[in-house]
Nanobody, 115 residues
Framework: QVQLVESGGDLVQPGESLRLSCAAS????????MGWYRRAPGKQRELVAG???????NYADSVKGRFTISRDNAKNTVYLQMSSLKPEDTAVYYC?????????WGQGTQVTVSA
């Protein structure tokens, strides 16, 4: 069992930056592939960024060059650094451990990008 707690969501203006954090419980964090997903109003959930247990990363085309996912296994934490934020990045952001089908989810953190 893994518990995930996201933090860092906020209301920001276009062009600003924000860093999300996801703290995981348990001693097996380092073995999990981790991901950040988001769900915007009226839209389906989508993968934003993922990082494997070995540190390999992947990104949605819409965030490439603007977002960076990283992990600190010593702190059981995965981060999402978001830069040059756009209004279309507005969504609830969720942390996932272990994949969509059988993995674990956090409660989500709201990111709102608005002037």
């Amino acid at each position: 069992q893994v518990q995930l707690v996201e933090s860092g969501g906020d209301l920001v203006q276009p062009g600003e930056s924000l860093r999300l954090s996801c703290a995981a419980s348990g001693s097996r964090f380092m073995f999990y592939n981790m991901g950040w997903y988001r769900r915007a109003p009226g839209k389906q959930r989508e993968l934003v960024a993922g990082i494997t247990s070995g540190g390999i990363t992947n990104y949605a085309d819409s965030v490439k060059g603007r977002f960076t996912i990283s992990r600190d296994n010593a702190k059981n934490t995965v981060y999402l650094q978001m830069s040059s934020l756009k209004p279309e990045d507005t969504a609830v952001y969720y942390c996932n451990a272990g994949g969509v089908t059988f993995g674990y989810w956090g409660q989500g953190t709201q990111v709102t990008v608005s002037a």
